[in-house]
């Protein structure tokens, strides 16, 4: 075979020195002028292959060489450069092929102009950075995280917060479509517009400018909401967050699949994870906004499939041991699990297969979540909600006074609606002191007595009630509902006045 090899390759040799040779022998037989005109058809050809294969990008879509756009279509090529400032000192580092020093200059600049404040300056050198480090992931991150956090809440009107909000969400959402293989930037969308929209002391202007911006712009065409962080018109925020983490986990996914980890940020099953909390988060802000009935039962109704249906029933690997589950477990799932295992080369019992099971239902609240879906929906719990949404609204609006006929109608609202909140508790303790062992999701329910955005709402109702009773210098009845939890949790006193100052005066009180 070698001998067949060498032999074949002395053939093509051969033929090629041929070739040469006849080319020298064509050439020699030429006059001068027309060796002239062969090698200037010969520059042509040249010329208009490299043109061709080589042409710079100007930056626009499609524009460039072949070479230009295989760069840009593997995010490879960087045709921004010219973007530097050309008067500045960064440029002469440019141009002496120095860009990561250009780059720590940038930065240190950045951080000066931050500490004071010259908000314009730093955006116009957060845009040179990216433009040496477009691929960088922590650049987008950080900026973005800055500017909706950090510098927006150095302004004093609600609708200024909300601009520079907007202006970090539409730089990590640029970074994102710069670099589409990085799963991390998409969920800094949806964390965004969902946790710092939803989320943040100023939630109730946030929310509603989201849908209806305070400054809407002639280019949106009539629409009410900004396109670049709301393009297909949703009316929630947290909808849109829903969009953006599913983004992400089609990205993760695409990644796991081609290298084994799809993400650096967090477990991979908290990860995905986040578009069904997404839903759980919209319920509960329909909830605080006083949306209740049948708009947030069947909220709650999307987040429980989300969670039950889809995200309960994902495939996850633990390569340490654990084999392939999934969390929402049914009879005969285990075996099933099992088989994939052996297809796999995975060796895993029954028993050790359950023990990571539950290990990871742990990690991600499963049980948790899957219980309070099913409690919230329960027609007793939206009537406690209702009640002491509505008792606070008519504190708020005067309506403590007390009369001969009895207390007034704050105060009535707030009581009833504790004594059904009292009523769900009891409930759920009941299963706990019940014999035998208890399921996974009875379980569960038992820490709903102590979850912290339950116990804060009943609270809060209480705060209410208690400062209704001081108004009037009366005093407290004896029973009053929720006694118990207002005296087990008076280390949560500080936060809960600060949220009852909030929640009556809003944000000139914060």
């Known amino acids: 075979q070698f001998e067949i090899t060498r032999t074949g390759g002395e053939i093509i040799m051969n033929k090629a ?49 072949k070479l230009a756009q295989l760069r840009a279509q593997h995010q490879l090529g960087e045709s921004t450069l010219g973007k530097v400032d050309p008067s500045s000192a960064t440029m002469n580092l440019v141009l002496l092929g120095l860009r990561g020093v250009a780059a720590n200059v940038l930065w240190m600049e950045h951080e000066e102009l ?4 010259n908000w314009a300056r730093m955006e116009d050198t957060v845009r040179s950075i990216v433009t040496l480090q477009p691929h960088f992931l922590q650049v987008w991150r950080y900026h973005g995280w800055n500017l909706a956090y950090n510098v927006s809440s150095q302004w004093d009107d609600v609708r200024d917060r909300f601009f520079w909000v907007k202006k970090g969400t539409k730089f990590t959402l640029e ?24 989320r943040s002391d100023e939630w109730r202007f946030f929310r509603k400018y989201f849908v209806k911006d305070p400054d809407p712009q002639p280019g949106w065409g009539g629409r009410l909401s900004d396109p670049d962080i709301n393009p297909d018109r949703r009316d929630d925020n947290y909808l849109v967050a829903y969009d953006r983490y599913t983004d992400a986990n089609k990205i993760e996914a695409k990644i796991f699949d081609e290298r084994g980890k799809g993400q650096h940020q967090m477990m991979r099953e908290l990860f995905r994870h986040y578009p069904a909390r997404s839903l759980f988060d919209m319920a509960d802000a329909l909830h605080r906004e006083g949306t209740f009935g049948e708009v947030s039962k069947t909220a709650w109704d999307d987040a429980y499939k989300e969670w039950v249906t889809k ?6 690997l633990v390569e340490s041991g654990g084999g392939f589950y999934w969390l929402n477990r049914e ?28 290990a990871r239902k742990k990690v991600t609240n499963y049980p948790y979540w899957r219980s309070r879906a099913v409690l919230e929906r329960d027609d007793l719990m ?50 706990e002191e019940s ?10 329910q038992q820490l709903l007595t102590e ?50 100052r909030r929640d009556l005066g809003g944000l000139a009180n914060n």
């Open 17 to 65: 020195i041929q070739d040469f040779k006849n080319a020298i022998f064509f050439l020699e037989r030429l006059t001068s002028g027309q060796r002239k005109l062969v090698y200037l058809g010969g520059i042509v050809v040249l010329m208009v292959g490299a043109i061709l294969l080589g042409a710079p990008s100007t930056g626009k879509e499609g524009s460039g060489g």
């Open 114 to 117: 931050n500490k004071t404040k």
């Open 175 to 198: 970074g994102a479509q710069k670099n589409q293989n990085y799963a991390e930037l998409p969920w800094d969308v949806g964390r965004l517009v969902g946790h710092k929209i939803g």
């Open 311 to 316: 995200y309960g029933k994902e495939v996850f």
């Open 331 to 358: 009879e005969g799932d285990i075996e099933k699990m099992i088989a994939l295992d052996k297809k796999a080369g995975y060796e895993v019992s029954p028993t050790e297969k359950q023990r990571w099971i539950d």
């Open 382 to 431: 939206v009537q406690a909600h209702r009640e002491l949404f509505d008792g606070r609204q008519l504190y708020k609006a005067g309506r403590y006074d007390w009369t001969s006929e009895g207390p007034p109608v704050s105060v009535q609202k707030l009581r009833s609606g504790l004594e059904k909140f009292e009523e769900m508790f009891k409930r759920l303790r009941e299963k």
């Open 435 to 444: 014999e035998g062992d208890l399921s996974e999701d009875e379980k569960a």
């Open 451 to 500: 979850d912290d955005n339950l116990v804060e709402e009943a609270m809060l109702a209480l705060m209410y009630y208690h400062k209704a009773h001081e108004l009037a210098e009366r005093e407290l009845p004896k029973d009053y509902p929720m006694k118990d939890l207002w005296e087990k949790n008076q280390d949560l006193m500080p936060t809960i006045e600060r949220e009852f």
